[in-house]
Protein backbone atom coordinates (compact mmCIF):
# COMPACT_ATOMS: atom_id res chain seq x y z
CA UNK A 1 0.00 0.00 0.00
CA UNK A 2 1.68 3.50 -0.98
CA UNK A 3 1.34 6.26 1.08
CA UNK A 4 -1.03 7.87 -0.83
CA UNK A 5 -3.68 5.48 -0.60
CA UNK A 6 -6.40 4.78 2.01
CA UNK A 7 -8.40 1.49 2.47
CA UNK A 8 -11.56 1.30 0.69
CA UNK A 9 -14.75 0.61 2.22
CA UNK A 10 -14.27 -3.24 1.83
CA UNK A 11 -10.93 -3.24 3.44
CA UNK A 12 -8.95 -3.53 -0.10
CA UNK A 13 -5.96 -1.71 -0.06
CA UNK A 14 -5.04 -0.83 -3.29
CA UNK A 15 -3.02 -3.33 -4.43
CA UNK A 16 -5.30 -6.07 -3.12
CA UNK A 17 -8.07 -4.44 -5.23
CA UNK A 18 -5.66 -4.42 -8.69
CA UNK A 19 -5.57 -8.06 -7.87
CA UNK A 20 -9.10 -8.91 -7.33
CA UNK A 21 -10.19 -6.71 -10.60
CA UNK A 22 -7.31 -8.26 -13.05
CA UNK A 23 -8.67 -11.80 -12.02
CA UNK A 24 -11.95 -11.74 -12.49
CA UNK A 25 -11.40 -10.02 -15.64
CA UNK A 26 -9.39 -12.39 -16.60
CA UNK A 27 -11.90 -15.67 -15.43
CA UNK A 28 -14.58 -13.54 -17.27
CA UNK A 29 -12.49 -13.59 -20.54
CA UNK A 30 -11.53 -17.21 -20.25
CA UNK A 31 -15.45 -18.59 -20.30
CA UNK A 32 -15.61 -16.03 -23.14
CA UNK A 33 -12.46 -17.57 -25.62
CA UNK A 34 -14.14 -21.06 -24.73
CA UNK A 35 -17.41 -20.21 -25.39
CA UNK A 36 -16.41 -18.85 -28.47
CA UNK A 37 -13.78 -20.72 -30.02
CA UNK A 38 -15.65 -24.66 -29.12
CA UNK A 39 -17.53 -23.82 -32.54
CA UNK A 40 -16.15 -22.62 -35.71
CA UNK A 41 -16.28 -19.73 -37.74
CA UNK A 42 -19.81 -20.37 -39.48
CA UNK A 43 -21.85 -20.83 -36.04
CA UNK A 44 -20.15 -17.39 -34.70
CA UNK A 45 -21.36 -15.68 -37.25
CA UNK A 46 -24.62 -17.29 -37.83
CA UNK A 47 -28.02 -16.21 -36.02
CA UNK A 48 -29.04 -19.86 -33.87
CA UNK A 49 -32.11 -17.58 -33.03
CA UNK A 50 -33.69 -14.23 -33.39
CA UNK A 51 -33.73 -13.84 -29.66
CA UNK A 52 -30.15 -14.24 -29.45
CA UNK A 53 -26.99 -12.23 -30.72
CA UNK A 54 -24.59 -13.87 -33.36
CA UNK A 55 -21.72 -14.97 -30.92
CA UNK A 56 -19.14 -13.08 -32.46
CA UNK A 57 -21.76 -10.09 -31.62
CA UNK A 58 -21.03 -10.58 -27.82
CA UNK A 59 -17.66 -10.99 -28.65
CA UNK A 60 -16.82 -7.68 -30.38
CA UNK A 61 -19.87 -6.29 -28.02
CA UNK A 62 -17.86 -7.13 -24.57
CA UNK A 63 -14.62 -5.51 -26.03
CA UNK A 64 -16.49 -2.54 -26.95
CA UNK A 65 -18.25 -1.94 -23.63
CA UNK A 66 -14.82 -2.41 -21.81
CA UNK A 67 -13.28 0.09 -24.23
CA UNK A 68 -15.95 2.72 -23.67
CA UNK A 69 -15.62 2.30 -20.09
CA UNK A 70 -12.47 1.76 -19.24
CA UNK A 71 -9.86 2.94 -21.61
CA UNK A 72 -12.02 6.44 -22.63
CA UNK A 73 -14.16 7.19 -19.36
CA UNK A 74 -11.82 6.31 -16.90
CA UNK A 75 -8.75 6.20 -18.69
CA UNK A 76 -9.18 9.59 -20.75
CA UNK A 77 -7.64 7.72 -24.13
CA UNK A 78 -9.00 8.32 -27.70
CA UNK A 79 -11.90 6.01 -29.35
CA UNK A 80 -10.10 3.25 -30.95
CA UNK A 81 -12.23 2.38 -33.99
CA UNK A 82 -15.22 4.88 -33.38
CA UNK A 83 -16.52 4.25 -36.59
CA UNK A 84 -17.97 0.53 -35.20
CA UNK A 85 -19.20 1.89 -31.77
CA UNK A 86 -22.85 1.91 -32.91
CA UNK A 87 -22.60 -1.68 -34.45
CA UNK A 88 -21.97 -2.62 -30.89
CA UNK A 89 -24.54 -0.38 -29.13
CA UNK A 90 -27.55 -2.78 -28.01
CA UNK A 91 -29.75 -0.08 -28.18
CA UNK A 92 -29.41 0.82 -32.08
CA UNK A 93 -30.05 -2.12 -33.61
CA UNK A 94 -32.08 -5.05 -32.05
CA UNK A 95 -31.26 -8.65 -31.84
CA UNK A 96 -32.69 -10.01 -34.69
CA UNK A 97 -30.80 -7.48 -36.69
CA UNK A 98 -27.54 -7.80 -35.67
CA UNK A 99 -26.86 -10.58 -38.32
CA UNK A 100 -27.58 -8.01 -41.04
CA UNK A 101 -24.55 -5.55 -40.06
CA UNK A 102 -21.06 -5.49 -41.38
CA UNK A 103 -19.64 -6.71 -37.99
CA UNK A 104 -16.49 -7.73 -37.12
CA UNK A 105 -15.46 -10.84 -38.46
CA UNK A 106 -14.19 -13.46 -35.82
CA UNK A 107 -10.44 -13.07 -35.98
CA UNK A 108 -10.99 -9.14 -36.24
CA UNK A 109 -12.95 -9.45 -33.24
CA UNK A 110 -10.83 -10.94 -31.07
CA UNK A 111 -7.98 -9.16 -32.05
CA UNK A 112 -9.98 -6.25 -30.94
CA UNK A 113 -11.10 -7.75 -27.18
CA UNK A 114 -7.06 -8.62 -26.87
CA UNK A 115 -5.59 -5.27 -27.60
CA UNK A 116 -8.20 -3.48 -25.52
CA UNK A 117 -7.68 -5.99 -22.50
CA UNK A 118 -3.95 -5.50 -23.44
CA UNK A 119 -4.50 -1.63 -22.73
CA UNK A 120 -6.68 -2.36 -19.57
CA UNK A 121 -4.00 -4.21 -17.86
CA UNK A 122 -1.84 -1.01 -18.32
CA UNK A 123 -3.82 1.19 -16.86
CA UNK A 124 -4.85 -0.83 -14.13
CA UNK A 125 -0.94 -0.68 -12.79
CA UNK A 126 -1.27 3.01 -12.87
CA UNK A 127 -4.98 3.65 -12.08
CA UNK A 128 -5.75 5.75 -8.75
CA UNK A 129 -8.88 4.17 -7.17
CA UNK A 130 -11.52 6.42 -5.27
CA UNK A 131 -10.50 9.49 -7.30
CA UNK A 132 -14.16 9.76 -8.94
CA UNK A 133 -17.02 7.95 -8.75
CA UNK A 134 -16.53 5.67 -11.23
CA UNK A 135 -12.90 4.03 -9.94
CA UNK A 136 -14.47 4.44 -6.37
CA UNK A 137 -14.00 0.82 -4.94
CA UNK A 138 -13.08 -0.23 -8.96
CA UNK A 139 -16.20 0.06 -9.54
CA UNK A 140 -15.98 1.07 -13.39
CA UNK A 141 -13.56 -2.15 -13.24
CA UNK A 142 -16.10 -4.62 -11.52
CA UNK A 143 -18.73 -3.25 -13.58
CA UNK A 144 -17.07 -4.55 -16.81
CA UNK A 145 -16.55 -8.02 -15.36
CA UNK A 146 -20.05 -7.79 -14.69
CA UNK A 147 -20.84 -7.51 -17.79
CA UNK A 148 -19.01 -9.78 -20.10
CA UNK A 149 -19.79 -12.39 -17.37
CA UNK A 150 -23.38 -11.21 -18.06
CA UNK A 151 -22.42 -11.59 -21.90
CA UNK A 152 -20.86 -15.33 -20.85
CA UNK A 153 -24.58 -16.50 -19.78
CA UNK A 154 -26.62 -14.92 -22.60
CA UNK A 155 -23.55 -16.78 -24.44
CA UNK A 156 -24.60 -19.77 -23.05
CA UNK A 157 -27.99 -19.38 -23.47
CA UNK A 158 -27.32 -19.29 -27.39
CA UNK A 159 -25.50 -22.55 -27.19
CA UNK A 160 -28.44 -24.08 -26.05
CA UNK A 161 -30.74 -22.56 -28.66
CA UNK A 162 -27.71 -24.04 -31.33
CA UNK A 163 -28.65 -26.98 -33.47
CA UNK A 164 -25.72 -29.42 -33.80
CA UNK A 165 -23.34 -31.52 -32.28
CA UNK A 166 -22.74 -31.17 -28.84
CA UNK A 167 -19.46 -28.89 -28.10
CA UNK A 168 -19.83 -27.98 -24.59
CA UNK A 169 -18.80 -30.70 -21.16
CA UNK A 170 -18.85 -30.42 -17.78
CA UNK A 171 -19.26 -32.70 -14.89
CA UNK A 172 -22.68 -32.86 -13.27
CA UNK A 173 -23.35 -31.78 -10.23
CA UNK A 174 -23.25 -33.83 -7.21
CA UNK A 175 -26.56 -36.34 -6.39
CA UNK A 176 -28.62 -34.89 -4.03
CA UNK A 177 -27.29 -34.97 -0.02
CA UNK A 178 -28.66 -37.22 2.14
CA UNK A 179 -31.30 -35.47 3.69
CA UNK A 180 -32.71 -33.46 0.76
CA UNK A 181 -35.57 -36.21 0.75
CA UNK A 182 -36.58 -35.44 4.55
CA UNK A 183 -36.53 -31.56 4.27
CA UNK A 184 -39.97 -30.25 4.83
CA UNK A 185 -41.95 -28.76 1.69
CA UNK A 186 -41.59 -24.87 2.78
CA UNK A 187 -40.18 -22.81 5.57
CA UNK A 188 -41.66 -19.89 7.42
CA UNK A 189 -40.65 -16.06 7.52
CA UNK A 190 -41.82 -14.15 10.21
CA UNK A 191 -43.14 -10.61 9.34
CA UNK A 192 -41.60 -7.48 9.96
CA UNK A 193 -38.98 -4.79 8.58
CA UNK A 194 -35.48 -6.08 6.73
CA UNK A 195 -32.99 -4.25 4.72
CA UNK A 196 -33.62 -4.37 1.00
CA UNK A 197 -31.04 -3.61 -1.36
CA UNK A 198 -27.28 -1.67 -0.71
CA UNK A 199 -25.57 1.15 -0.30
CA UNK A 200 -22.29 -0.75 0.75
CA UNK A 201 -21.36 -3.51 -1.81
CA UNK A 202 -18.85 -1.57 -4.02
CA UNK A 203 -19.83 -3.13 -7.52
CA UNK A 204 -23.65 -3.52 -6.60
CA UNK A 205 -24.88 -1.87 -9.99
CA UNK A 206 -27.50 0.80 -9.78
CA UNK A 207 -30.58 -0.92 -9.60
CA UNK A 208 -29.79 -2.65 -6.34
CA UNK A 209 -29.36 0.81 -4.77
CA UNK A 210 -29.99 2.53 -2.25
CA UNK A 211 -30.58 0.01 0.81
CA UNK A 212 -33.71 0.78 2.67
CA UNK A 213 -35.83 -0.58 5.12
CA UNK A 214 -39.16 -2.75 3.93
CA UNK A 215 -41.97 -4.26 6.12
CA UNK A 216 -42.42 -7.73 4.65
CA UNK A 217 -45.48 -9.45 6.55
CA UNK A 218 -45.20 -13.43 7.25
CA UNK A 219 -45.29 -15.85 4.69
CA UNK A 220 -43.77 -19.47 3.83
CA UNK A 221 -41.69 -19.86 0.70
CA UNK A 222 -40.66 -23.49 -0.85
CA UNK A 223 -37.84 -24.75 0.53
CA UNK A 224 -35.73 -25.76 -3.16
CA UNK A 225 -36.93 -24.36 -6.62
CA UNK A 226 -39.50 -26.80 -7.85
CA UNK A 227 -38.69 -30.01 -9.59
CA UNK A 228 -39.25 -31.13 -13.03
CA UNK A 229 -41.03 -33.95 -11.06
CA UNK A 230 -43.40 -31.63 -9.79
CA UNK A 231 -44.01 -29.48 -12.95
CA UNK A 232 -44.75 -32.80 -14.92
CA UNK A 233 -47.43 -33.45 -12.59
CA UNK A 234 -49.15 -29.64 -13.48
CA UNK A 235 -48.90 -30.67 -17.01
CA UNK A 236 -50.74 -34.38 -16.73
CA UNK A 237 -53.32 -32.94 -14.12
CA UNK A 238 -54.17 -30.50 -17.53
CA UNK A 239 -52.59 -27.42 -16.25
CA UNK A 240 -51.76 -25.99 -19.76
CA UNK A 241 -55.40 -26.78 -20.72
CA UNK A 242 -57.26 -24.88 -17.97
CA UNK A 243 -57.59 -20.95 -18.51
CA UNK A 244 -58.43 -20.45 -14.67
CA UNK A 245 -54.79 -21.53 -14.20
CA UNK A 246 -53.39 -18.00 -16.28
CA UNK A 247 -53.33 -15.24 -16.24
CA UNK A 248 -56.03 -13.52 -19.05
CA UNK A 249 -51.95 -12.46 -20.63
CA UNK A 250 -50.95 -15.81 -19.93
CA UNK A 251 -53.56 -17.81 -21.46
CA UNK A 252 -53.44 -15.49 -24.48
CA UNK A 253 -49.64 -16.49 -24.58
CA UNK A 254 -50.20 -19.97 -24.18
CA UNK A 255 -52.58 -20.22 -26.90
CA UNK A 256 -50.67 -18.01 -29.35
CA UNK A 257 -47.36 -19.48 -28.60
CA UNK A 258 -48.97 -23.15 -28.22
CA UNK A 259 -47.28 -23.77 -24.85
CA UNK A 260 -47.52 -27.22 -24.35
CA UNK A 261 -44.00 -28.12 -21.55
CA UNK A 262 -41.43 -26.11 -21.02
CA UNK A 263 -38.65 -25.17 -23.47
CA UNK A 264 -36.18 -28.05 -24.60
CA UNK A 265 -38.90 -30.59 -23.30
CA UNK A 266 -39.75 -33.50 -25.78
CA UNK A 267 -42.29 -36.42 -25.18
CA UNK A 268 -40.58 -39.70 -26.03
CA UNK A 269 -43.41 -41.69 -24.12
CA UNK A 270 -41.65 -40.21 -21.13
CA UNK A 271 -40.30 -36.64 -21.02
CA UNK A 272 -36.71 -35.91 -21.97
CA UNK A 273 -34.65 -32.82 -21.98
CA UNK A 274 -32.52 -31.38 -24.96
CA UNK A 275 -29.03 -29.72 -22.57
CA UNK A 276 -26.53 -28.43 -24.93
CA UNK A 277 -27.07 -30.65 -28.12
CA UNK A 278 -27.81 -33.89 -25.65
CA UNK A 279 -31.49 -35.02 -25.47
CA UNK A 280 -31.77 -37.81 -21.75
CA UNK A 281 -34.62 -38.43 -20.15
CA UNK A 282 -35.67 -35.68 -17.34
CA UNK A 283 -33.72 -35.41 -14.12
CA UNK A 284 -36.81 -35.82 -11.78
CA UNK A 285 -35.19 -34.24 -8.80
CA UNK A 286 -33.76 -31.47 -11.34
CA UNK A 287 -35.10 -27.75 -10.73
CA UNK A 288 -37.36 -26.81 -13.80
CA UNK A 289 -35.46 -24.62 -16.33
CA UNK A 290 -36.56 -22.78 -19.29
CA UNK A 291 -40.02 -21.48 -18.29
CA UNK A 292 -41.57 -17.95 -18.28
CA UNK A 293 -43.12 -15.61 -16.22
CA UNK A 294 -46.36 -17.14 -17.30
CA UNK A 295 -45.96 -20.77 -16.49
CA UNK A 296 -44.50 -20.34 -13.35
CA UNK A 297 -47.20 -18.03 -12.34
CA UNK A 298 -50.09 -20.83 -13.86
CA UNK A 299 -47.62 -23.70 -11.48
CA UNK A 300 -48.13 -21.66 -8.72
CA UNK A 301 -51.90 -21.74 -8.69
CA UNK A 302 -52.14 -25.07 -9.52
CA UNK A 303 -50.37 -25.53 -6.37
CA UNK A 304 -52.82 -23.58 -4.45
CA UNK A 305 -49.96 -21.12 -3.86
CA UNK A 306 -48.32 -17.90 -5.69
CA UNK A 307 -45.00 -16.35 -6.62
CA UNK A 308 -43.26 -14.80 -3.89
CA UNK A 309 -42.78 -10.74 -4.54
CA UNK A 310 -38.86 -9.77 -4.70
CA UNK A 311 -38.88 -8.43 -1.60
CA UNK A 312 -40.15 -12.05 0.17
CA UNK A 313 -37.12 -13.33 -2.04
CA UNK A 314 -34.74 -11.24 -0.75
CA UNK A 315 -35.80 -11.18 2.45
CA UNK A 316 -35.59 -14.85 2.91
CA UNK A 317 -31.99 -15.06 1.01
CA UNK A 318 -30.49 -11.91 3.28
CA UNK A 319 -32.53 -11.28 6.26
CA UNK A 320 -30.61 -12.86 9.32
CA UNK A 321 -33.33 -12.92 12.23
CA UNK A 322 -30.51 -13.11 15.00
CA UNK A 323 -28.59 -9.87 14.16
CA UNK A 324 -31.49 -8.20 12.31
CA UNK A 325 -28.96 -7.97 9.41
CA UNK A 326 -29.52 -8.56 5.92
CA UNK A 327 -26.21 -10.65 4.77
CA UNK A 328 -24.78 -10.41 1.12
CA UNK A 329 -25.46 -13.92 0.64
CA UNK A 330 -27.61 -16.33 1.93
CA UNK A 331 -24.87 -18.25 4.02
CA UNK A 332 -23.19 -14.83 5.14
CA UNK A 333 -21.13 -12.51 4.00
CA UNK A 334 -18.27 -14.69 2.27
CA UNK A 335 -17.99 -14.59 -1.46
CA UNK A 336 -19.72 -17.84 -3.38
CA UNK A 337 -17.52 -21.15 -3.02
CA UNK A 338 -18.04 -24.16 -4.87
CA UNK A 339 -19.54 -25.72 -1.55
CA UNK A 340 -21.98 -22.96 -1.23
CA UNK A 341 -23.65 -22.72 -4.61
CA UNK A 342 -23.52 -23.98 -8.12
CA UNK A 343 -22.77 -21.08 -9.95
CA UNK A 344 -20.31 -20.32 -12.95
CA UNK A 345 -20.74 -22.36 -15.63
CA UNK A 346 -19.24 -25.51 -13.57
CA UNK A 347 -21.58 -27.24 -14.13
CA UNK A 348 -23.94 -27.63 -17.46
CA UNK A 349 -27.47 -28.12 -15.32
CA UNK A 350 -29.12 -27.21 -12.11
CA UNK A 351 -28.10 -29.06 -9.03
CA UNK A 352 -30.76 -31.73 -7.52
CA UNK A 353 -33.36 -30.14 -5.32
CA UNK A 354 -31.80 -29.70 -1.81
CA UNK A 355 -28.53 -29.49 -3.07
CA UNK A 356 -25.90 -27.40 -1.13
CA UNK A 357 -27.14 -27.37 2.95
CA UNK A 358 -23.89 -25.02 3.63
CA UNK A 359 -25.50 -22.21 1.34
CA UNK A 360 -28.64 -22.75 2.87
CA UNK A 361 -30.36 -19.16 4.37
CA UNK A 362 -31.23 -18.85 8.11
CA UNK A 363 -34.61 -19.69 7.35
CA UNK A 364 -33.95 -23.06 5.91
CA UNK A 365 -34.55 -22.45 1.99
CA UNK A 366 -31.72 -23.67 0.06
CA UNK A 367 -30.51 -22.90 -3.65
CA UNK A 368 -31.62 -19.38 -3.66
CA UNK A 369 -28.09 -18.48 -4.74
CA UNK A 370 -27.08 -20.54 -8.47
CA UNK A 371 -28.74 -23.32 -10.44
CA UNK A 372 -31.39 -21.50 -11.71
CA UNK A 373 -32.89 -18.26 -11.61
CA UNK A 374 -36.29 -17.96 -9.79
CA UNK A 375 -39.11 -15.89 -11.66
CA UNK A 376 -40.64 -13.47 -8.80
CA UNK A 377 -44.59 -12.12 -8.56
CA UNK A 378 -42.57 -8.31 -9.28
CA UNK A 379 -42.64 -5.64 -12.33
CA UNK A 380 -39.22 -4.29 -12.44
CA UNK A 381 -38.88 -0.79 -10.71
CA UNK A 382 -36.61 1.25 -9.06
CA UNK A 383 -35.93 1.20 -5.67
CA UNK A 384 -36.99 4.75 -3.44
CA UNK A 385 -34.14 7.10 -3.78
CA UNK A 386 -32.83 5.40 -7.08
CA UNK A 387 -30.19 7.67 -9.16
CA UNK A 388 -29.42 5.66 -12.80
CA UNK A 389 -25.53 5.10 -12.61
CA UNK A 390 -23.17 5.34 -14.64
CA UNK A 391 -25.66 5.26 -17.51
CA UNK A 392 -29.38 4.86 -17.89
CA UNK A 393 -29.52 2.27 -20.13
CA UNK A 394 -28.47 -0.38 -17.72
CA UNK A 395 -31.45 -0.35 -15.43
CA UNK A 396 -33.51 3.15 -16.44
CA UNK A 397 -34.88 2.21 -19.28
CA UNK A 398 -36.41 -0.80 -18.15
CA UNK A 399 -38.37 0.13 -15.39
CA UNK A 400 -42.37 -0.69 -15.60
CA UNK A 401 -44.50 -3.04 -15.50
CA UNK A 402 -43.25 -5.24 -18.83
CA UNK A 403 -40.29 -6.66 -17.12
CA UNK A 404 -40.59 -9.00 -14.21
CA UNK A 405 -37.99 -9.24 -11.91
CA UNK A 406 -35.68 -12.61 -11.43
CA UNK A 407 -33.45 -13.33 -8.38
CA UNK A 408 -30.74 -15.22 -7.50
CA UNK A 409 -28.47 -16.37 -10.28
CA UNK A 410 -28.24 -19.73 -12.17
CA UNK A 411 -25.40 -21.98 -12.99
CA UNK A 412 -24.62 -19.86 -15.94
CA UNK A 413 -23.40 -16.83 -13.79
CA UNK A 414 -20.22 -16.51 -12.49
CA UNK A 415 -20.31 -15.21 -8.80
CA UNK A 416 -18.82 -12.10 -9.88
CA UNK A 417 -22.43 -11.25 -11.33
CA UNK A 418 -24.52 -12.59 -8.43
CA UNK A 419 -25.33 -11.90 -4.47
CA UNK A 420 -28.01 -11.35 -2.34
CA UNK A 421 -29.35 -7.91 -3.92
CA UNK A 422 -28.77 -8.53 -7.47
CA UNK A 423 -31.90 -8.25 -9.56
CA UNK A 424 -32.33 -9.41 -13.14
CA UNK A 425 -35.34 -8.98 -15.33
CA UNK A 426 -37.19 -10.10 -18.39
CA UNK A 427 -40.50 -10.34 -20.47
CA UNK A 428 -42.75 -12.77 -18.53
CA UNK A 429 -42.87 -14.68 -22.18
CA UNK A 430 -39.38 -15.52 -22.08
CA UNK A 431 -37.94 -18.98 -21.53
CA UNK A 432 -34.70 -19.01 -23.21
CA UNK A 433 -32.69 -17.71 -20.12
CA UNK A 434 -31.99 -20.07 -17.51
CA UNK A 435 -35.10 -19.65 -15.55
CA UNK A 436 -37.34 -21.99 -12.72
CA UNK A 437 -39.00 -20.72 -9.82
CA UNK A 438 -40.09 -21.44 -6.57
CA UNK A 439 -43.41 -20.78 -4.74
CA UNK A 440 -44.82 -18.88 -1.73
CA UNK A 441 -47.93 -18.28 -0.24
CA UNK A 442 -49.12 -15.92 2.81
CA UNK A 443 -48.42 -17.10 6.42
CA UNK A 444 -49.60 -16.44 9.53
CA UNK A 445 -48.38 -13.75 11.97
CA UNK A 446 -46.55 -15.97 14.41
CA UNK A 447 -44.65 -13.29 15.97
CA UNK A 448 -42.88 -10.33 14.48
CA UNK A 449 -39.40 -10.97 14.20
C1 LIG B 1 -29.43 -7.78 -16.71
C2 LIG B 1 -29.33 -9.73 -18.08
C3 LIG B 1 -31.14 -8.18 -18.35
O1 LIG B 1 -28.53 -9.03 -20.89
O2 LIG B 1 -29.97 -7.43 -21.18
C4 LIG B 1 -25.79 -6.94 -20.68
C5 LIG B 1 -27.42 -7.49 -18.79
N1 LIG B 1 -26.84 -5.25 -19.83
N2 LIG B 1 -25.41 -5.83 -21.32
C6 LIG B 1 -29.13 -8.03 -20.49
C7 LIG B 1 -26.69 -6.59 -19.76
C8 LIG B 1 -26.03 -4.80 -20.81
C9 LIG B 1 -28.91 -7.51 -19.09
N3 LIG B 1 -29.68 -8.30 -18.07
FE1 LIG C 1 -24.12 -5.75 -22.99
Redesign the pocket.
Known amino acids: MTEHETLDHTGNDGETLREKIAAELLAARGRTTLLTSVVEEPDLVKQHSPLMSPLVWDLAHVAN?EELWLLREVGGRTPMHPEIDPLYD?FEHPRALRPTLPLLAPTQARGYGHEVRGRVLDLLEVVRFGTSQLTDGGFAFGMIAQ?EV??D??MLATHQLRVGAPVLAAPPPRPAPADAATLPAEVYVAGGPFTMGTSAEPWALDNERPAHVVDVPAFYLDTTPVTNAAYAEFIADGGYDDPRLWTADGWAHRQRAGLKAPLFWRWEGEWARVSFGETAPLIPNEPVLHVCWHEADAYARWAGRRLPTEAEWEKAARYDPASGRSRRYPWGDADPTPAVANLGQRHLRPAPAGSYPDGAAPCGARQLIGDVWEWTSSDFLPYPGFTAWPYK??SEV?FGPDYKVLRGGAFGVSPVACRGTFR???YPIRRQIFAGFRTARSGPELGRA
Open positions: QAHQHETEYFNWD
